[in-house]
């Protein structure tokens, strides 16, 4: 509908400031004369969109207006909806749980096609106990303590600025800053102990958006593994990644990118026995040779 193309066209300028007809024409998929008239209806509307010529020419609201109306159709409110709702199912939080039922309120709808259910985010009593405390530290701008053990197993003593909570990897993350090292790095709550939010202020300001994020605990790998047709689909599944080569016997070449010391992944390819070998890097090959001798050895004694 026209009404959704031109409040679209309204956000659109907001969020990314002078644009060209051309480039408005190729985001909403129609023709720059349809844009021009788009624009002239706007501005008659009372959007107080400027245009501007030259090599940096395009059109641009006016600093200081601000969209107050409702600016999302009903669709765009289930999309709201379901990410709101995939959130809440996998972190407890009040003012979350709020901002779902006053999005709910305003959209009336039950009709939404897609929905996630992200409760596997779910750790035990103690991790969602630091996932509230950290959160009160993000806002408040506090230095936390804790004790960490990497994959590694070394222990050590943590003392940061934090910066943001992520889940990636089926875990928890915290994200936060060194004033020590002045580096950034990220750290599995799981791995955690004895936290402690500190009366101290952080030293400067982070805006997670910027933050370039070296993960200090596990280092990202990329594997190749050659694997028998029966375990293709399970592969895809657990394994995240993708099919480089198929054969005519359905066998197959699958790549994929891991933490090199998690557990998880590792284990999965264990299960799968004599139905896999790892192509790529001799390490790994080295390293699960290691563990099946191990294991044989363990049985035999």
């Not at 107080?48 to 999302?72: N, R």
């Not at 994929?256 to 299960?271: A, C, D, R």
């Amino acid at each position: 509908m026209k009404i959704d193309r031109l409040i679209s066209i309204v956000v659109y300028l907001l969020n990314h400031g002078r644009t060209s007809a051309q480039k408005l024409a190729q985001e909403f998929e129609v023709s720059p004369r349809t844009i021009m008239r788009d624009l002239e209806t706007l501005d008659l509307a009372g959007i107080p969109i400027q245009s501007f010529y030259g090599t940096d020419g395009g059109y641009q609201i006016m600093d200081g207006f601000v969209l107050e109306k409702q600016a999302a159709t009903s669709r765009e409110y289930d999309w709201i909806v379901t990410a709101l709702k995939g959130m809440a199912s996998a972190y407890c939080n009040k003012s979350l749980k709020q901002a779902l039922e006053k999005m709910q309120n305003l959209c009336h709808t039950e009709n939404a096609a897609v929905s996630l259910d992200l409760s596997a985010a779910i750790e035990d009593g103690k991790i969602n106990g630091y996932l509230m405390r950290l959160e009160d530290a993000i806002e408040k701008k506090r230095v936390v303590r804790f004790s960490y053990t990497n994959s590694h197993d070394e222990a050590k003593e943590i003392q940061l600025e934090p910066v943001c909570l992520q889940y990636k990897w089926y875990h928890w993350y915290l994200i936060g800053y060194y004033e020590k090292y002045q580096d950034y790095c990220m750290f599995k709550l799981v791995r955690m102990n004895n936290l402690e939010v500190t009366d101290i202020q952080n030293s400067r300001a982070h805006n997670p958006s910027d933050v370039a994020i070296k993960d200090n605990s596990d280092d990202i790998i990329h594997i190749k593994l050659y694997g028998r047709a029966i375990i293709k689909a399970k592969c895809r599944e657990y394994l995240n990644g993708r099919i480089t080569q198929e054969f005519e016997n359905g066998d197959f070449e699958f790549c994929f990118s891991v933490p090199e010391h998690e557990t998880f992944w590792y284990g999965v390819i264990l299960s799968f026995g004599n139905r896999v070998r790892i192509i790529e890097p001799p390490r790994i090959k080295e390293r699960i040779l290691k563990t099946c001798k191990e294991i044989q050895t363990e049985y035999e004694g």
